[in-house]
């Protein structure tokens, strides 16, 4: 009878939308009397307030309404990505080159949500975490958080009221800090052989979300993923989502301006009543047509707002990476971040760093990240010459877990190659993957593999013809990858 009632639920729930289509809503564009610089500074305050919103409501399209796209998975459903991200992988910036991911977009307006977790018997680095459209990561469990046991927990609305399953302790039931917001596991492969993936394939597969109801259907268990219902969400949209899914490289002021109104009209995205600089800036923002009760228009626009609009964001682009760097905490040359020195208030510096790495910084008990744009000379990091990073094996960044170093391209996304090679990590280093000499390892990064068979087993290529980026994450950071006071070794050139 259990079987019977889980597959009958499954067949309601697929063939129903996560929640009733919206009601239509009137179409709004800017106020009239704004001049062109006010159209420009308004867009910069919605580009420093918005953008992490916006490409929330963005990547949550993707996963959860775009079927075509490859990270379509419907809502409340967690899907393993099987094999490491690659160059191919375009609709979130600085990933990682050294976990297998899974997750996706969820919503607990209506029920809450359960998450299942199966002990992880190697020693392998693996973490849920769970954040909303503001970079609050309101949940993390793991090996580094909660050990390496079977784990369970309950995801429950803000606002949600209901009876909870009696065999959850408190310890277990987390309370969101929206109704929609996106989940991450990340599960560490280390030799990367075969073996290797098969056990990291096999834990990213096991960990496992579904919304209450078919958890209780199928005896206090989350069924396997193909015993998942795909249910497409019903979220507002407008055409170009469908061209925008690379938004690093292709959003525009008009685009961001419309995923922001669509947030701001979306009951799910639960706002921070309890915040004066919010509810202060979206009284700014209602000029631009950023309301409730209104969807902002392009065709309302005229060709000049719609310039000066881009004109805004433009402008409030260089200034959040300006403000981004100042905010960092200096590592010798190195740019850390780390929440420990976050000011989430500080709209401008918090922009900057979304749009180096959507839903950053996560908290600094996670990971840190330390970027880099420049070289020991002071220089932009160029894709088109070479350059060296050596690390001393007796002072390898401290971490209780293990680092990566990936390397990207201007916006933030994985540079094409011919050995598909897009990141180092200390996992690799352990078990022999690259040349060492003298105690110490040297990376060569330039566009070319290097001519000498020692130099090429080292090579982290970059692209030609456009600046590069690095963004070191240390996963178990110990306190001098928090503070900063570890000495990270500087990107040297290389004889050009």
């Known amino acids: 009878m259990r079987r019977g009632l889980l597959l009958a639920l499954l067949l309601v729930s697929a063939s129903a939308p996560a929640a009733a289509a919206p009601p239509p809503l009137p179409a709004t564009g800017f ?32 996963y959860t309404q775009f079927e075509q796209a490859p990270a379509f998975r419907g809502v409340n459903r967690m899907q393993p990505q099987l094999k490491l991200m690659d160059a191919s992988f375009r609709y979130a910036t600085t990933v990682n080159a050294s976990t297998l991911y899974s997750g996706g977009a969820f919503d607990v307006s209506a029920e809450p949500l359960v998450i299942e977790a199966p002990a992880v018997t190697e020693k392998r680095y693996w973490s849920i975490q769970a954040g909303d459209q503001n970079a609050n990561w309101f949940f993390m469990a793991g090996s580094q958080f909660t ?23 408190s310890t277990e039931i987390v309370r969101a800090s929206s109704d929609s917001f996106t989940l991450a596991v990340r599960v560490a492969v280390t030799t990367r052989d075969e073996a290797d993936m098969v056990g990291a394939r096999k834990v990213v597969s096991a960990v496992r979300s579904v919304p209450l109801n078919i958890w209780r259907a199928n005896g206090g268990a989350a069924p396997s993923l193909e015993n998942q219902p795909v249910v497409k969400g019903d979220y507002r949209t407008f055409p170009r989502m469908r061209q925008i899914v690379d938004y690093g490289r292709t959003m525009t002021a008009v685009d961001m301006l419309q995923l922001l109104s669509l947030a701001i009209n979306d009951p799910a995205i639960t706002r921070r009543a309890d915040s004066v600089k919010e509810t202060r800036t979206l009284a700014s923002l209602a000029r631009l047509g950023l309301r409730e009760g209104a969807l902002l228009d392009p065709a309302m626009l005229t060709p000049a707002q719609t310039a000066a609009a881009q004109a805004g964001f433009e402008a409030a682009r260089h200034k959040a990476k300006a403000a981004l760097e100042k905010s960092l905490v200096d ?3 190195w740019r850390l971040q780390s929440s420990l020195f976050y000011d989430d208030l500080d709209y401008v510096a918090k922009a900057g760093a979304d749009d180096v790495a959507w839903g950053t910084p996560v908290p600094y008990q996670s990971h840190t990240i330390a970027y880099l744009f420049r070289d020991s000379g002071d220089r932009v ?13 007796a002072d390898l960044p401290p971490v209780t877990e293990f680092w990566e170093l990936p390397v990207y391209d201007s916006a933030g996304y994985f540079i094409p190659n011919p050995i598909n090679r897009y990141s180092v990590t200390s996992y690799q280093l352990a078990a022999g993957a690259f040349a060492v000499k003298d105690g110490r390892v040297t990376f060569y990064l330039q566009p070319d593999r290097p001519a000498d068979p020692e ?13 590069f980026q690095l963004a070191a994450r240390f996963y178990g950071p110990k306190a001098p990858l928090v503070d900063g006071s570890y000495k990270m070794p500087r990107v040297e050139p290389a004889g050009n």
Not at 31 to 56: C, H, M, Q, R
Not at 381 to 393: E, F
Not at 455 to 465: E, F, I, S, V
């Open 31 to 62: 106020d009239a009397k704004l001049t062109p610089d006010e159209v420009s500074a308004l867009t910069a305050e919605a580009f420093y307030w918005g953008l992490n919103i916006a490409g929330f409501y963005e990547l949550r399209f993707a």
């Open 147 to 169: 050990g390496n046991g079977a784990q369970r927990y309950l995801i429950v609305g803000p606002k949600w009221r209901g009876a909870i399953p009696a065999e959850f302790r």
């Open 331 to 333: 590592m010798n040359g």
């Open 381 to 393: 990091l160029d894709g088109s010459r070479r350059y060296t990073l050596t690390l001393n094996l």
């Open 455 to 467: 130099q090429a087993r080292n090579w982290l290529p970059t692209a030609r013809d456009d600046n």
